[in-house]
């Protein structure tokens, strides 16, 4: 059994979910997972993501307030033509009682510091992130929002 790391910022943890894991894991996050396909029509279904993640293709991180589930992030790297990676946000959830997206935001631009990424990027159909992301410094570029590094 491999070690899940966990990394606690301003009240909320964020686990990153080995590989042994996943499987375990999905099962807990396809209900989400389905509500976010249902609420934003997204341009894939759940097997896609769990096959890149069996595959070590991205990487799941679970969302917990103390020992309660909240929700998750799906990531992967994006990697240019010239080599540059861009952090990419496939999919993400938080149950909709809570609110950490200032804290989801700090750990992902640690992660993409970690890796070196030069952006972060997600792509939104939803209306409220057209308010949001500019407040987070994401400029909107077609449906995909990236913020500088």
């Known amino acids: ?14 686990e990153t979910i080995p590989l042994t894991e996943v499987r375990c894991a999905f099962e ?7 509500t976010l396909r249902t609420k934003c029509k997204p341009n894939w279904i759940s097997p896609d993501i769990y096959l890149s993640l069996q595959e070590e293709l991205s990487t799941l ?3 917990y307030q103390e020992d309660a589930y909240i ?26 009682e809570y609110n950490y997206l ?14 070196k990424a030069v952006a972060i990027e ?7 992130w057209e308010k949001i992301a500019p407040l987070h410094d994401f ?11």
């Open 1 to 14: 059994r491999s070690m899940v790391q966990r990394l606690t910022i301003d009240g909320l943890s964020i």
């Open 28 to 34: 807990k996050i396809q209900p989400d997972l389905e």
């Open 61 to 63: 991180y679970m969302l």
């Open 71 to 96: 929700g998750f992030i799906v990531v992967n790297t994006l990697r240019s033509i010239s080599g540059e990676d861009t952090l990419f946000v496939w999919a993400s959830y938080q149950k909709p």
């Open 102 to 115: 200032n804290a989801i935001f700090k750990f992902l631009e640690k992660v993409a510091d970690d890796m």
């Open 122 to 128: 997600f792509d939104s159909n939803r209306k409220g």
């Open 139 to 149: 400029n909107l570029v077609t449906q995909t929002y990236r913020r500088e590094l």
